[in-house]
């Protein structure tokens, strides 16, 4: 099952276009990151994926084909959008209300013991709690809601390092203990490595990369090597990004020929940080190896798409 699939998704804001030709499968159970600069699209695509807009054309579905909005979709997917958008004049306790009077599949016990665990006074005004505690508050209160899928928008934006890393390991424990799938966009690279198995990159409103983690760091390789020889080694490989240190120089390619390296270069693997960077500088350059949309392959076995 993918747990959001778009196919030719595409929305604008008046005359700009702020995503086009979004065609995506991610599938469950996975950890998704969402990349890209300022304005690329992330929010448009998630808001999309939630529901709380609709698009200027093609499709988008959740948990494998419930229409976003849809009862369906309200029930499962849980939402924390970039300002938390808690109630800042509530109590911890009066949102926990809120949220069990609101969701059908509300496990009040469950944010209880999360805040608890995070010794967050449940009598403190939610706006008196410090932005990491805020963020803990939103995660409890999203959890409780016992989503199959979490999508957040940002999560991290406002947390200093430490909260970042509070959040994320709050956030891996509740994956690894319920099995859920999440999406979340993010600015830091840095703390992905760790904690996402299949990335999708968006550049100026479309898919620039998308596949598994494993799958996009085995089919890249660094080489390093002489300046002199790089133009012609470059010429006949598919180079993501070139760079120049000194007498020496190094390609970023997509799964080598297998031909020998001429001698004096040598290569190696690349990390998930470095691939993201190379993408994210060079933005004419593309890989989308992830798996084809059921209603992809639908459409085109009908010929809708020839
Ligand atoms: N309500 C809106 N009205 C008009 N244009 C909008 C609106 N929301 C977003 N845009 C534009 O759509 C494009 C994509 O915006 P979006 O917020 O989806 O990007 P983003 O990748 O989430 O950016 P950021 O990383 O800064 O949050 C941008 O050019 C933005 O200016």
Redesign the pocket.
Known sequence: MNVIETLKLA?R??R????EDCTLALPAGRVVALV????????????LAVGL?SQTSGTVTVLGGSRPGSQDALDRVGFMA?STALYRNLSVEDALRVGRNLNRRWDNALALERLRERDIPLDRKVGKLSGGQQSQVALALVLAKRPDLLIL??PL?ALDPLARHEFMSALMAAVAADGLSVVF?S?VVAELENVCDHLIV?SG?RVQVAGDVDDLTASHQVLAGPAEEAGALAASLPVVRQQWAAAQTQLLVRAGSGEPLPPGWQSHGVGLEELVLAYLREPSASVLPGPRPAATAAAESKGAWA
């Open positions: 929305k804001y008046g700009r276009w702020a995503l890209g600069p300022n304005g690329s699209g992330k929010t448009t695509l998630l808001h807009m970039q928008d940002e934006a966009s600015h968006l409103g």
